[in-house]
């Protein structure tokens, strides 16, 4: 193909891709001002300027608002757990008396070791939930003897601070699952 033919066809092209441009801007901006359109009412007034005050009670209720899962949702929610500094102090010391008993026993406390936490839940459903959640977080859980029972292990050393990350961690979850924390253990390292 020769060159004086190619450029009669690539302007053709491009002439075609700058009217479909110019087509998809000016409809963009008729989209926008129908958006602008809808944040107006009839007085000019914007959106921001109405206020619930300006609904009255004979307005009110005339509206039917039926959302029955949401009012279930609602009636069923508990306020999420929130520890507290009290109990996070309880959990430090047992953590820091834990540490002190294994060093007492002659425990190497830099090597790792398997360390198991127990929790009961009051049914199995809240026992699925917090093992889902945390599984994501790299812990392995097994089942107790009882259904409603977990028994959670992970690899860590003997350190106060990861000790107590984990146990938080755990503590908090366990919870947020109506669940009750019964501590962890491991064997001394030597």
Not at 94 to 107: E, H, P, R, S, W
Not at 120 to 133: G, H, I, R, V, Y
């Amino acid at each position: 193909m020769k060159l004086s033919r190619l450029i009669p066809a690539i302007a053709a092209v491009g002439g075609a891709v700058a009217f479909a441009v110019y087509k998809l801007q000016k409809d963009r901006k008729e989209i926008i001002k129908l958006d602008e359109g809808l944040l107006l009412d009839e007085d000019g007034d914007s959106f921001d300027d109405m206020h619930i005050d300006d609904v009255t009670a004979s307005a009110a209720a005339d509206i039917d608002v039926e959302i029955p899962a949401f009012k279930e949702e609602e009636a069923n929610a508990q306020p999420p757990f929130v520890m507290d500094e009290e109990t996070k102090t309880k959990i430090k010391k047992n953590v820091d008396d834990a540490i002190t008993a294994l060093g007492a026993a002659g425990d190497v406390h830099s090597a790792e070791r398997p360390i198991e936490h127990q929790m009961s839940f009051p049914d199995e459903a809240a026992l699925a939930a917090f093992k889902e959640t945390i599984i994501k977080r790299g812990y392995v859980v097994t089942k107790g003897e009882d259904p409603k029972v977990a028994v959670v292990m992970h690899i860590a050393p003997m350190d106060g601070e990861i000790m107590l990350q984990h146990v938080l961690y755990l503590y908090e979850e366990t919870k947020k699952n109506n669940g009750t924390y019964e501590g962890w253990h491991c064997n001394p390292v030597y």
